[in-house]
C-alpha cells in the first residue's frame, strides 16, 4: 500500500509541480523565435483528432500514436490483428474471431454478450461494441489513430484503455479520380482494390472504395489419409479437410458529402464487410505438453492435426453512418448517427494439436475421427447518436459539450457437441441482450495566456444491461449389454446442424410444474438441434424417450454411431452384445438467464500545458475512465440462495431466483508528465518525447472459465454433496472483481530527419510495474473442479504481474527516399522488440509445485524481434506504382493470445512471414 500511494503521491506532485511551474512562467518567458518554414512543415506532417479536433501529433498534450495507410500497406500489414506490437504498448489478439485490444496491459477478454471491451474501437469516429469481421476493413484507409489512457470524457464508451479509430479517406470535393491494385504474395495470396472519388457537383463529391481478397491457411493440416489411419472418413488435406486461418474477404464503402452552405457540410457513409474464410481456432498444445514436449522443440506449431472439416466463417458486418457538421459563428455543432448491423457465425472442430515427432503414438482412432464441434453466433444492432456544440478552435476558451447515446441488441448462440463421450455431449447457451448508455460529457481547455492552458473535462455515464435465454449442459447416460456403463454415442458428425437462433423452446418447464421431467428435457434437447449428422446415435437412441434398465431386451435400441463399423465401441465396456441396455439422463442442467444492470459513473480529467517555445510543450495530466459493471450466468440449482441480480425487464416466464452474480465497475485514473520538443541538430529536424505515467486500476474485472460449483464456492456458498452431485460440471464463463492493480512507466519517442532523405523513428516504452494488488483469492480457473478438486482451489495472484505487459517494448523504422531521373524509390524497414510477458494473470505458477511446474500452465512468451520492410517505386511520367513488402521477415511465431483450461492451451499465433508485390495504377 505505501508503495501504491507514494507512486500515486509523486506523479501528482510532479503534476502540481508542473502546474505551478507553467503559472510562474507564463508571465515571465520571453518569446521564443518562430520556426523556420521547414521545422513547421515537419511538426504538422502528422495530424490527429484524438482530442476531438485536428491538431498536430506535436501540438497534443498526451500521448497518442497513428499509423498512416500507406504505411499499412507497404509494411503489408492487412488487418486489425496486425497491429499487435506496432505500436508501443498496442496488444491485439484474435480468439476465435472475436478482436481483443490491450493497451499497456488494460484491457478484457470477455468476449461474451455481457462482455465490453476496455479499449473503445471506432471505425470512421463511430463506437463499435463488437469488432468481428475488422480485418476486412483495412483498405483505402487515411491513418489508424490510438490514443492511450482514458477517454472518458472525449469519446466513446467504457475506453479506460484508450481508444482505436480507423480513419477511412473522405470525398474530396473538386476532384475525379481514382485508382486500381492488384497484388500478389506467398500463401496463394491475391487482393484487388480500388477507389474513384468523382466530383457531382462543385459542392459535393461521392467516393467509393471496395476490396477482395483471398489466401491459404496459415496452417497446414498434416493428419494421414484416411486409408492410412484405418478410417472411413476423410481426414487429409488432400481430402478435402483444411483448417483455420483461410481467408476469403470482400468490402466496399460509399460516400456522399455534400456542402449546401458554406458553413454546412453533410456525409453519408455506408460499408461493408464480409468474410467467409476459415477463421481462427487457434492451436491446442495440451497434448505436447502433457507428454513433456515443449513448444520450443517443436519445429513447426503452425503443422497440425486436422480432424473432422473445415472449419467455416460466415461473417457479415455493414453500418449506416450520418455526419452533419456547422460552422457557426462562434458556436459549431456537429452530430453523428449510425447504425451497424454484425451476424458473426464460426462453427469448427480444433485441431488435435501441433505435430511433432511420435505425435501419433499419443493419438487413438477416436481422436481423429472427432466431430466434437463448436458453433458462434452473434447477431449484434447498434445504434450511436452523439450531439455536441463546440467552440472555434482559436478561441482563448476552447469548449465542447455534448450527449452521447448507444444501444445494442444482441442475439447470440454457443453450441458443442461431445462426440462419442461417455459423460458430456454439449453445451448450448442461447441469449438475448439489450445494452443501452447514455451520457453527457463537457471538455473545455482555457488558454490562460498565450503559452499556458488549462484543461477541465468531466462525463456523467449511465449503463443498463438485460438478458433473458437459457443455458444448458446436457449429459446422457448410456450402457450396453450385462448393464454395463459407460459409454457415449456419435453427435456432431457429419451433416449436424445446430438449430441456434432458430429455437423455439426457451423455458423447458412446459407444465410449469418446476421441475423438469424427462420427456422436457428431452424435448427441449431436440428442439435445439435442426438436424442431427450421418453417424450420431442419440437421435435413433432416445427417439422414443428414456429406456430404463427393466425394459424387456426386445426393446433395448440398437448401438448406432459407436464405431468406425457401426458397431458399440467403446474401451470404458468391457462386454457388448450390439445392444444398449439402458439410455437414461445423466446431470442434465438447464438455466433460465435473466439478468439485468444498471449502474452510473462519472470521468473527469485534468490537464494543464505550457509552451517553453514553439516548438517545446511540457504538461501534466489525471484522467480517469470507468468499464461498465455487470452481471453473470444464473447458475442451475442454486434456488433459495438469494436474488444477486433481479430481472425487472425479463419475461415473466423468466421469473426465477437463481443465483446471478454480479460484479462492478472497474476504474483507472492515470497520472502523466511529459515533454514534446522539436528542434534541429546540424540543420537536421528532430523530435524528441517523453512522458512518465502512474495508472491506479481499481476493482479489475478479471474474466475466467468456472465451473458452476466453483462460482459458488467464490461467492462463500458452501454446497452438500448432493447439491454439488446436483450441479454436475458444468464450465461457465464468470466475471468478478479480482483485485486492483498498479502500472508505472516512462516513454521516449524520438524522430530525425537526415540528410539525403533518410529517416528515422523510435519508440521506447518502459514499464517495470504492471503488478497485481489488494486481490480477492482467485479461484484458479486453470483446473475443474469435478476433474481435479485438488487444484481447483483459491489462488493468491497478490504481486502477480498482469498480462500482455513487457517490461520493455521498442519500435522503430528506417525510411529512404531516392530521387533519380527516372523516377523515385523509396523503401522502409520497420523492427519492433517486446520483452518476455505472461499471458495470463497466473503467470504460469503451478501452486502444487512451483519448482517443476507442469508445462500444460506455461503462459510466458519469450522476448521477441519483429522486422517488416517494403519498397516502392514511383516513376518520373506515368501513373503507377510498383511496391514489394515483406511482413516478419525473420518468420517469428509467437502466441499473441492463450486460453488454459483443464483440457487446454491453445495459442492463438501471430501471422507468418507473408511477402508479395503490388501495382497500382492512378487515373
Known amino acids: ?29 520571453e518569446g521564443a523565435a518562430a520556426p523556420s518554414e521547414e521545422e513547421e512543415s515537419r511538426q504538422d506532417v502528422v495530424v490527429i483528432t484524438v482530442d476531438r479536433r485536428e491538431q498536430s501529433l506535436q501540438d497534443y498534450a498526451g500521448t497518442a500514436a497513428t499509423i498512416s495507410g500507406e504505411d499499412l500497406k507497404l509494411l503489408g500489414l492487412q488487418d486489425f490483428n496486425d497491429l499487435d506490437g506496432k505500436i508501443a504498448g498496442l496488444s491485439v489478439s484474435n480468439n476465435q474471431g472475436n478482436i481483443e485490444v490491450y493497451i499497456r496491459g488494460v484491457g478484457s477478454s470477455n468476449n461474451t454478450e455481457l462482455g465490453d471491451p476496455a479499449a473503445a474501437t471506432h471505425l470512421n469516429g463511430v463506437y463499435v461494441p463488437r469488432p468481428s469481421g475488422f480485418g476486412a476493413a483495412f483498405f483505402d484507409i487515411q491513418r489508424v489513430e490510438v490514443n492511450i489512457g482514458p477517454q472518458g470524457t472525449l469519446r466513446g464508451r467504457n475506453a479506460t484503455a484508450g481508444s482505436v479509430d ?123 505438453l502433457g507428454n513433456g514436449v515443449r513448444p520450443e522443440d517443436i519445429d513447426n506449431p503452425r503443422e497440425v492435426i486436422g480432424r473432422a472439416f473445415t472449419p467455416r466463417e460466415d461473417t457479415e458486418h455493414w453500418g449506416f453512418k450520418g455526419h452533419v457538421e456547422y ?38 482412432p477416436l481422436d481423429i475421427d472427432n466431430f466434437s464441434r463448436v458453433r458462434f453466433i452473434t447477431d449484434s444492432e447498434s445504434t450511436v447518436h452523439e450531439a455536441r456544440l463546440f467552440s472555434e478552435e482559436d478561441a482563448r476558451l476552447m469548449w465542447s459539450a455534448g450527449a452521447f447515446y448507444f444501444t445494442e441488441a444482441q442475439r447470440t448462440f454457443l453450441g458443442t457437441t461431445g462426440d462419442r463421450n461417455p459423460f458430456f455431449t454439449g453445451v448450448e447457451f442461447n441469449q438475448t ?50 448393464f454395463s456403463c459407460c459409454f457415449g454415442t456419435g453427435h456432431g458428425t457429419e451433416g449436424f446442424q445446430f438449430a441456434g437462433l432458430d429455437r423455439t423452446i426457451f423455458n423447458p418447464d412446459a407444465d410449469g410444474s418446476g421441475t423438469l421431467s424427462d420427456r422436457e428435457v428431452l424435448a427441449f434437447f431436440f428442439n435445439g438441434v435442426r438436424s442431427f449428422g450421418a453417424r450420431d446415435g442419440l437421435d435413433d437412441i432416445y427417439g422414443n424417450g428414456i429406456v430404463t434398465g427393466d425394459a424387456l431386451p426386445a426393446d433395448h435400441p440398437q448401438c448406432q454411431g459407436f464405431a468406425f463399423t457401426g458397431e458399440c465401441f467403446n474401451t470404458f465396456v ?40 514553439e516548438n517545446n510543450l511540457v504538461y501534466g495530466l489525471v484522467s480517469t475512465g470507468n468499464k461498465s459493471g455487470g452481471f453473470n450466468d444464473n447458475i442451475p440449482g442454486t434456488e433459495g440462495f438469494g436474488l444477486a441480480s433481479p430481472s425487472g425487464s425479463a419475461p415473466a416466464a423468466f421469473d426465477t431466483d437463481t443465483l446471478a452474480p454480479v460484479y462492478d465497475p472497474e476504474t483507472l485514473t492515470l497520472f502523466e508528465i511529459g515533454s514534446k520538443n522539436s528542434f534541429e541538430i546540424g540543420g537536421m ?37 448432493d447439491q454439488l452431485a446436483q450441479l454436475g460440471g458444468q464450465v461457465v464463463g464468470f466475471n468478478f472483481n479480482a483485485s486492483d492493480a498498479e502500472i508505472f512507466g516512462a516513454q521516449l519517442e524520438g524522430e530525425l530527419d537526415l540528410p539525403n532523405q533518410w529517416s528515422l523513428k523510435g519508440t521506447l516504452l518502459l514499464m517495470p510495474t504492471a503488478k497485481v494488488t489488494n486481490s480477492v483469492l482467485v479461484q484458479d480457473a486453470r483446473f475443474q473442479a469435478d476433474v481435479d478438486p485438488v487444484n481447483s482451489v483459491n489462488r493468491s495472484i497478490e504481486g502477480n504481474r498482469l498480462p500482455r505487459t513487457p517490461e520493455i517494448q521498442l519500435n522503430g523504422s528506417v525510411s529512404k527516399v531516392v530521387d533519380t531521373d527516372f523516377g523515385s524509390f523509396d523503401g ?68 499473441q493470445g492463450l486460453i488454459i483450461t483443464q483440457f487446454d492451451n491453445t495459442r492463438f499465433f501471430n501471422r507468418p512471414r507473408t511477402f508479395g508485390a503490388r501495382v497500382r495504377v492512378n487515373f
Open 574 to 613: 468391457p462386454a457388448l452384445d450390439g445392444r444398449i441396455s439402458f439410455a437414461v439422463l445423466g446431470g442434465n442442467a438447464i438455466a433460465l438467464q435473466n439478468g439485468s444492470l444498471d449502474n452510473d459513473f462519472v470521468d473527469w480529467r485534468l490537464r494543464t500545458e505550457y509552451d517553453l517555445t
Open 1 to 29: 500500500m505505501f508503495r501504491k500511494q507514494g507512486l500515486r503521491t509523486i506523479l501528482l506532485g510532479a503534476s502540481i509541480s508542473v502546474l505551478a511551474a507553467q503559472a510562474s512562467a507564463a508571465f515571465a518567458q
Open 433 to 482: 441482450t439489450d445494452t443501452e448508455s447514455f451520457s453527457v460529457y463537457g471538455d473545455a481547455t482555457f488558454n490562460v495566456t498565450d503559452k499556458f492552458r488549462v484543461t477541465g473535462g468531466v462525463r456523467h455515464t449511465e449503463d443498463s444491461k438485460d438478458r433473458f435465454g437459457v443455458n444448458a449442459r446436457y449429459q446422457f447416460i448410456i450402457g450396453g449389454g450385462n
Open 685 to 721: 529536424p528532430a523530435v524528441l518525447n517523453a512522458s512518465a505515467f502512474y495508472y491506479d486500476y481499481n476493482d479489475l474485472q478479471l474474466f475466467t472459465l468456472l465451473s458452476t460449483a466453483q462460482v459458488l464456492q467464490f461467492e462463500g456458498i458452501e454446497l452438500t454433496p
Open 327 to 364: 460552422d457557426g459563428d462562434g458556436i459549431n455543432a456537429e452530430y453523428i448517427g449510425s447504425i451497424r448491423d454484425l451476424v458473426y457465425d464460426y462453427e469448427f472442430v480444433t485441431p488435435a494439436g501441433p505435430y511433432y515427432d511420435g505425435v501419433f503414438d499419443t493419438l487413438g
Open 166 to 288: 480507423i480513419i477511412p479517406w473522405k470525398p474530396g470535393i473538386g476532384a475525379t479520380d481514382g485508382m486500381i491494385e492488384g497484388s500478389i504474395g506467398n500463401y496463394d495470396e491475391w487482393r484487388l482494390e480500388g477507389v474513384a472519388n468523382i466530383a457531382v457537383t462543385e459542392n459535393s463529391a461521392f467516393r467509393i472504395a471496395g476490396f477482395a481478397m483471398q489466401h491459404d491457411s496459415y496452417l497446414e493440416n498434416v493428419t494421414p489419409r484416411s486409408s492410412e489411419l484405418g478410417l472411413t472418413v476423410p481426414t487429409s488435406e488432400a481430402e478435402g479437410v483444411g483448417v483455420a486461418e483461410a481467408a476469403d474477404d470482400f468490402g466496399f464503402r460509399a460516400s456522399y458529402l455534400i456542402e449546401p452552405l458554406d458553413d454546412l457540410t453533410v456525409t453519408l457513409t455506408y460499408d461493408q464487410i464480409q468474410q467467409k474464410g476459415s477463421g481462427y481456432t487457434g492451436v491446442n498444445f495440451a497434448n505436447p
Open 828 to 895: 522502409i524497414v520497420s523492427f519492433g522488440y517486446r520483452s518476455s510477458q505472461h499471458l495470463t494473470i497466473f503467470n504460469g505458477v503451478d501452486y502444487a509445485n512451483r519448482t517443476n511446474p507442469a508445462l500444460r500452465l506455461d503462459d510466458e512468451v519469450d522476448g521477441y524481434w519483429t522486422f517488416d520492410a517494403g519498397a516502392g517505386f514511383s516513376p518520373e511520367k506515368g501513373n503507377w506504382r510498383l511496391e514489394v513488402y515483406a511482413a516478419n521477415l525473420t518468420d517469428v511465431t509467437e502466441p
